[in-house]
């Protein structure tokens, strides 16, 4: 059997997102997390990277799923030590709530 893709999980506030982030990673703020995951990372199996700012609210975050069922998410850290590039802004079309 193959395997899901995994998520890139950004969990800090929008604006933090637009001013710099990893190229690729989906964003869903911490505190709206328990909200939306279900809806958003539908398959609990799948591999989440998550990660901050400089790595609190990503070890709460990879907390919260592991309560939620999923089984593979961790935490990457904070991408103030996040050693390759990054990106900014919002591409077009692209909604940031």
Not at 19 to 43: F, H, S, T, Y
Not at 78 to 87: A, D, K, L
Request: hydrophobic share 35%; net charge positive.
């Amino acid at each position: 059997m193959r395997k899901s893709a995994h998520t890139l999980l950004d969990v800090r506030t929008a604006p933090e997102y637009e001013e710099q982030r990893i190229d690729g990673a989906k964003l869903i703020p911490v505190d709206q997390l328990q909200r939306r995951a279900p809806a958003e990372l539908p398959d609990k199996h799948a591999p989440v990277f998550v990660y901050c700012r400089s790595g609190g609210r990503a070890a709460s975050a990879v907390q919260m799923l592991s309560g939620m069922g999923y089984t593979d998410a961790v935490s990457i850290g904070g991408i103030v030590n996040w050693p390759y590039e990054t990106v900014k802004g919002v591409k077009e079309g692209q909604h940031v709530f």
